[in-house]
């Protein structure tokens, strides 16, 4: 018997960098409608459940094809309230209502150019690999290396590590960076866990492309331009 599977997707209306950005057009749709569609089209899910604290953005999502069935209470509408809060609420519903999916899948909305090819392709991961978790990530656009945090006096002594000194980016390792496109997991391993990274968790590479978080209206822009451009699928 196939495993029961949850696309969970958070949405709620509060942000303070961009006011109601779930519900902002991008590319001709409303944000949260790229990743309803694909979490849809993708075939991957036997529900697609939308948490939100928003009237507005539960019909948006019901118009798309998402179930709504219940809005999330306030305390976990707040910008302290994190990611297993809200699956936790969600798991707790889906447990009375209709009993708990064998594998949950966190899908942001703010990664609107994550692709059905995506989801899939992570699916296949977690399955060829027997994993716990697959999340996804992207290879970091500057090496960390290359950073360093600073004093008050902004004094760049020892700002580098001497074993960088002189070398070219090329020649440092490749870093990956968690994207927040996609994180899957089998239920029980989740809840025991307390997220999705463990000790039998593994990695789905996206390009960084497709890797836009929207945070800021520049992201939101961005993500406009390559949708329109470059279609999604």
């Known amino acids: 018997m196939a495993e029961s599977s949850l696309a969970l997707i958070p949405a709620r209306a509060g942000s303070k960098r961009l006011p109601n950005k779930n519900l902002l057009p991008v590319a001709g749709k409303p944000l949260i409608a790229w990743t309803i569609t694909v979490a849809l089209d993708s075939g991957c899910f036997d529900r697609v459940l939308v948490s939100t604290d928003s009237e507005a953005l539960a019909k948006i999502a019901r118009e798309y094809g998402a179930e709504v069935p219940f809005l999330r209470p306030a305390e976990l ?31 942001q909305p703010t990664s609107p150019l994550r692709t059905v090819d995506d989801i899939r392709a992570a699916f ?14 992207s290879e970091a656009e500057h090496s960390p290396l290359w950073s360093n945090t600073l004093p008050g006096d902004g004094s760049l002594a020892g ?51 497709r890797a836009i978080d929207i945070d800021y209206r ?5 993500a406009d331009i390559l949708l329109r451009e470059g279609g999604h699928s």
């Not at 520049?218 to 961005?222: E, G, N, S, V, Y």
Request: aromatic share 8%; no cysteine; net charge negative.
């Open 77 to 107: 509408s707040s910008d302290t309230a994190s990611s297993m809060d809200v699956i936790r609420h969600a798991l707790a519903w889906l447990e009375v209502e209709s009993g708990m999916p064998q594998t949950t899948t966190l899908l």
């Open 124 to 137: 296949a991961r977690f399955r060829d690999t027997g994993a716990d978790s697959v999340v996804s990530v």
């Open 159 to 209: 700002f580098l590590r001497p074993e960088v000194l002189g070398k070219r980016s090329q020649d440092l390792p490749t870093y990956y960076r968690l994207n927040g496109a996609i994180y899957i997991a089998r239920t029980a391993s989740l809840q025991a866990q307390g997220g999705f990274l463990g000790a039998n968790s593994y990695a789905y590479v996206m390009p960084a492309e």
């Open 218 to 222: 520049a992201d939101l822009l961005l």
